[in-house]
Structure formats: structure tokens, C-alpha cells
């Protein structure tokens, strides 16, 4: 059974920083593209960014590229979600999620798994 547990989320100041990690289990992790995505209160979930099976291609929303950076580690089965220059409009919770495609995931498709999601609140 695949389980996915983010961790890291939390409450900072605009212009802070945080990194969320999704550690991931019961999958052949290097065989997933890997993707964050994130749902603000009231909005749909949105995706936010993905990396490929190697790590050697990662695609982002524009209205994060160049603060958010995306990596794994397939020794460890995690991905991880670098934040800088936090803003209040990316408040939301963040899910990460298992596909098989990088590319397919970053159009909101393909999606496998799910996890639960962990709280990320940017105060003005």
C-alpha cells in the first residue's frame, strides 16, 4: 500500500522560508515522477511543481518559479519542496503526489496517490 506523509508545513511571516518533505513508502519510489500540488480555502487544488524519475527535469506554476524548488532523493524515498520569499497567497495546504509522468503531472493529470497534505500558512 502506497502512503505518502508530508511534513515541514507551518506558519511563517512573508518573505520567510520553509521545506516541505514528502517521505514516501510501499512504492518503487525512482520508478515515480513526483509533484507537488497545493489548495488554498475556497479554490481548487492547483499544481505547483513536479520532477521526473532521475531528478534531472522539474517544471513549475509561474507564479512560483524562482522562489520554489523541487528535488528527491531516491536513496531516501523523498521528495522535497524548497520555499523562499513566501508570500500570503501561498497559503494553503500542500500535497504531494506520486505519477508517471513529470510532465503529465505538471498539466494537472496522471495523477496516482495522494498524500494527506501538510498546513502552510504565510502571514502578511
Known amino acids: 500500500q502506497v502512503q505518502l506523509v508530508e511534513s515541514g508545513g507551518g506558519l511563517v511571516q512573508a518573505g520567510g522560508s520553509l521545506r516541505l518533505s514528502c517521505s514516501a513508502s510501499?512504492?518503487?519510489?525512482?520508478?515515480?515522477?513526483m509533484a507537488w500540488f497545493r489548495q488554498a480555502p475556497g479554490k481548487e487544488r492547483e499544481f505547483v511543481a513536479a520532477?521526473?524519475?532521475?531528478?534531472?527535469?522539474?517544471y513549475y506554476t509561474d507564479s512560483v518559479k524562482g522562489r520554489f524548488t523541487i528535488s528527491r532523493d531516491n536513496a531516501k524515498n523523498t521528495v522535497y519542496l524548497q520555499m523562499v520569499r513566501l508570500k500570503p497567497e501561498d497559503t494553503a495546504v500542500y500535497y504531494c503526489?506520486?505519477?508517471?509522468?513529470?510532465?503529465?503531472?505538471?498539466?494537472?493529470?496522471?495523477?496516482?496517490?495522494w498524500g494527506q497534505g501538510t498546513q502552510v500558512t504565510v502571514s502578511s
Open positions: 503526489a506520486t505519477s508517471g509522468s513529470a510532465i503529465v503531472a505538471a498539466q494537472g493529470r496522471g495523477i496516482g496517490d
Open positions: 520532477i521526473n524519475r532521475s531528478g534531472s527535469m522539474t
Open positions: 510501499g512504492v518503487t519510489f525512482g520508478s515515480y515522477a
